[in-house]
């Protein structure tokens, strides 16, 4: 085996005097530190020089640390106008916003590579549509592969019905691209055969949140960091989204701040938090819910509750109900805040059933989540005993995946109570939010039709569609996939991965034929013989989905091939602008989707440019976390286009929701749900457009829900998976070095040397016992994967549970196998282990278990169990060129 070493250039050009210079922001995780990009052509060598006089930096070189020096990884060439330019791209020193500091983290300081250069490993960028013939993808034009789409896509919705065309797309991208395929999917082709690329079902991720009354990214940064007190539950920042932690919660942490981080792992972020006086809740994997509500209970025993915030701010069981009109709820958050397992009659009757629950009793709690009881009363404490002089620390809670994905409904709906009971509702430094993972690039073109969807949860109510068990169960006839990897990314991927396999290219009909009809009419008799067609549109060729399942490939153009604008975890709006030429006839994922809406026959698709896409957009942002509607007004007043409105802030662009002022000027919103905010007396003018959650919370009183988060919902479930004999638990989630599926990075040498295969990080005790060093290769396999047959199977409410579809029958047990290389190490708590969670080759994902969690939609990602076997040494165990074993505990 060979590993591509990481050989260095040692020298890169400088940007001379008079380069084009181009805002930009990373395009990774949610944080989006700002960059700038500068960019002049190769031909003439005209490049600047060392000295001040010389340069675009205006800085005599060699410049002090953390100056604008370049690295050869923020160096590259790349095509513009049909020329080929140096491009250098650093984060910008300048900026006012997020990375005030001009710093980046790993991925983004190199983010020059992701540029597509022929020269370089992004050389396999598509370039032109392809179509399989004869088991072969080839070339085509745009015309040809669209007529096929549009014309298959038709007859399928027709036919079959508007549910057995399934869109599975990325809502992380970019408001322009997001929008378009929104509109076509949801307004057009009407189906809820539709999905993002994180869940199998179109839901909320944290259904907790939205019963409660909390956006999920109502905080601003400077919150995370003014904290006294800050709980942060499944994640680790300085992994995931490491300038968030580095320039925000780090001072806060030197500055006294106590931060508690609850996480099976004690990662980086996390041992710097407790050798800072902070604290770690070393949970067993999936007990989170009862811990948190240990804390509750502890906080209501001793009546450190925020009473009076408690008395302004949180509904009684009549004002949940209130509003909703009567018979059937079929919104999910309504019907759950009304359904008697979750509604209360507020927080003492809520603190009545707390009480009385007594797997929540700290000695219990701690029992089951193999922690140290201690730990429970000392979080209490922090998080809510008022001070010498009757002051309450400021707390914040932050959650991201690993929480969320443990126990979905359950978690999410204890952890927004904690908040409620403390006060974390939206005062500066008092906050509760998601940290996030990719960026805000969504805006709905259309409304979910949950009239379509046939699941159902106890009662008259209707969940979204499962689109995963839906495909499985060969309902799925036409699947256009977009910019995800959907196999790996959901549970089960070995199975969902087997039966496209069925769907697709074992399938009887496939294309013999150059001729366009016949390619049309072998399409259409798969789909009516209980086939799928596929249409992928990425960026690369994608395995398996696109390389080996894909009848119609588009190539998509991405970040700097063209203008866009997008959010990030503050709701901070930027431009990203277009600075190089995407290769070949690569074109962005709205063009793709307006031609074929205009070749389906829709209309309302005659964009001519992305501008034009994100001013129709822009209406359909007001109310929303992110609205950017009176941009767009201040730009037509002023004879602009939107984008260069929003482009005129740079890289410290503006927070959403933006107003406009008395004078014309624009104002971003710095947090919401900010109870300590004023707005104008006689209410928005002029365009402008209040939402509640500005200043209040987001139900129908405005105030918040709190609402039981009851173990047994979950506990069938978990008492079942949990380890058997020589079964570890197995969960998964990112590595800083790896961005998601790691699809530019396998493409960088210096990446691909330090993380060449997925991993499998093991605790000493458990390695000993099983005879395994670091180093060695590993399989981890199962053969208690469980997966729902059907869509939820039941007429009861316990027909639901987990112990309800296994009693009807609806679940089978599969196997499961992937390879890793065994990372022995102190950092990770006894009897769990953990891996990549999206390395596309060996997909954790395969060890977890297809079953949505029956309230909410989703599944509970983090929940698997695994047996390992060494099947041998890896190549990196006795060479330290590539795959370091170090404890990642170093702080």
Not at 664 to 677: C, Q
Request: net charge neutral; charged share 25%; glycine share 10%.
């Amino acid at each position: 085996m060979t590993t591509p070493y990481y050989i260095p250039e040692t020298n890169v050009p400088l940007p001379p005097k008079g380069a084009d210079v181009i805002t930009t922001a990373c395009d990774y995780c949610i944080v989006a530190c700002g960059y700038k990009v500068y960019r002049w052509p190769v031909a003439g060598g005209n490049d600047g020089g060392p000295e001040a006089e010389n340069n675009a930096f205006d800085e005599d070189f060699p410049v002090s640390t953390l100056g604008p020096w370049v690295a050869p990884n923020q160096h590259n060439i790349v095509m513009h106008e049909g020329n080929p330019h140096h491009v250098v791209i650093i984060p910008d020193k300048d900026t006012e916003a997020v990375n005030t500091n001009g710093d980046s983290s790993l991925r983004g300081g190199c983010i020059a590579q992701k540029c597509y250069n022929p020269q370089t490993p992004t050389r396999d960028r598509l370039s032109a549509p392809l179509i399989r013939m004869y088991g072969i993808l080839q070339p085509v034009t745009w015309d040809f592969a669209l007529d096929i789409a549009a014309e298959v896509g038709n007859y399928v919705r027709k036919t079959h019905g508007a549910n057995a065309y399934g869109v599975k797309t990325f809502s992380y991208q970019y408001i322009e691209n997001t929008y378009a395929i929104s509109k076509y999917a949801l307004r057009h082709v009407n189906t809820a055969n539709f999905t993002f690329h994180d869940t199998p079902s179109d839901v909320s991720s944290t259904p907790g949140f939205r019963d409660a009354g909390f956006d999920n990214f109502g905080p601003a940064y400077e919150d995370w960091r003014d904290a006294e007190t800050l709980l942060c539950c499944g994640t680790d920042p300085y992994e995931t989204k490491t300038i968030l932690f580095t320039q925000w919660m780090m001072p806060g942490i030197q500055n006294g701040q106590k931060c508690i981080m609850m996480n099976p792992r004690r990662t980086a972020g996390v041992a710097y938090a407790e050798n800072n006086g902070g604290l770690w809740l070393d949970i067993n994997l999936g007990t989170d819910l009862l811990v948190v509500n240990a804390i509750a209970r502890v906080i209501a025993e001793n009546g450190w509750q925020d009473a009076k915030w408690i008395e302004k701010w949180v509904n009684n069981k009549w004002e949940s109900s209130s509003g909703f009109g009567q018979g059937t709820r079929n919104t999910p958050w309504q019907w759950r805040t009304t359904w008697g397992k979750f509604q209360t009659d507020g927080y003492d009757d809520w603190v009545k059933w707390l009480m009385a629950q007594d797997e929540f009793k700290p000695e219990n709690a701690a029992k089951m989540a193999g922690i140290d009881i201690q730990k429970i009363y000392t979080a209490a404490e922090w998080m809510a005993k008022p001070k010498a002089d009757g002051s309450r620390p400021k707390t914040s809670i932050m959650i991201e995946k690993g929480f969320y994905w443990s126990n979905n409904t359950g978690n999410t709906m204890a952890i927004s109570a904690l908040a409620i009971q403390v006060g974390a509702g939206g005062r500066p430094g008092q906050v509760v939010g998601r940290a996030g993972g990719h960026q805000r690039g969504g805006v709905r073109g259309g409304k979910y039709p949950r009239n379509k969807s046939p699941m159902k949860v106890p009662g008259r109510r209707r969940r979204a569609l499962d689109t995963d068990t839906w495909t499985m169960s060969g309902h799925t006839r036409f699947a256009h996939v977009i910019g995800t990897t959907w196999i790996q990314s959901m549970c089960g991927s070995q199975q969902l991965g087997k039966r496209f396999e069925e769907l697709t290219v074992q399938n009887p009909h496939q294309v013999m034929s150059y001729d366009k009809q016949e390619i049309i009419d072998t399409l259409k008799a798969r789909a009516d013989n209980g086939g799928m067609v596929v249409v992928n549109q990425d960026i690369y060729l994608v395995d398996p989905i696109g390389n080996r399942y894909a009848d119609i490939i588009f190539p998509a153009a991405t970040w700097g091939e063209d203008t866009f604008m997008r959010a990030n975890g503050e709701r901070r709006l930027r431009v990203y602008n277009k600075f190089y030429d995407a290769p070949g006839e690569a074109k962005p994922d709205w063009w793709i989707i307006s031609q074929l809406a205009r070749k389906m026959g829709f209309d309302g698709f005659d964009w001519e440019n992305s501008n034009d896409v994100a001013e129709e957009s822009a209406r359909f942002s007001r109310g929303s976390r992110k609205d950017f509607n009176m941009i767009k007004v201040a730009a037509h007043r002023e004879g602009k286009t939107l984008h260069e409105k929003l482009g005129e802030f740079g890289t410290n662009g503006i927070q959403g929701p933006v107003f406009m002022a008395d004078d014309g000027s624009l104002m971003g919103t710095k947090r919401l749900h900010d109870t300590t905010r004023s707005l104008s007396d006689t209410g928005p003018a002029g365009s402008n457009m209040f939402n509640k959650k500005l200043t209040h919370f987001n139900s129908q009183t405005g105030r918040c829900n709190i609402e039981k988060s009851p173990w047994s919902l979950f506990s069938d479930y978990w008492e079942w998976m949990s380890p058997k004999d020589d079964e570890l638990w197995c969960t998964s989630g990112r590595t800083n070095e790896r961005w998601q599926s790691g699809f530019d990075d396998r493409r960088r040498p210096y990446i691909v040397q330090r993380w060449p295969d997925n991993y499998v990080e093991i605790h000493p005790d458990d390695a000993a016992e099983r005879g395994i060093e670091s180093g060695d290769m590993l399989m981890v396999y199962s053969d208690r994967v469980p997966s729902l047959k059907e869509t939820t199977l039941g007429v009861q409410g316990d027909d639901y549970t987990f112990t309800g579809q296994m009693r009807n029958g609806n679940v089978e047990l599969s196997k499961a196998a992937v390879t890793g290389v065994a990372m022995v190490t102190r950092h990770i708590k006894k009897g769990i282990i953990f891996m990549d969670f999206l390395h596309t080759a060996q997909p954790a994902n395969a060890l977890e278990g297809r079953i949505v969690d029956w309230i909410s939609g989703n599944y509970n990602y983090k929940i698997g169990v695994a047996r390992l076997k060494k099947i041998g040494e890896s190549p990196y165990k006795h060479s330290f060129r590539s795959m370091s074993f170090a404890p990642r505990d170093i702080s």
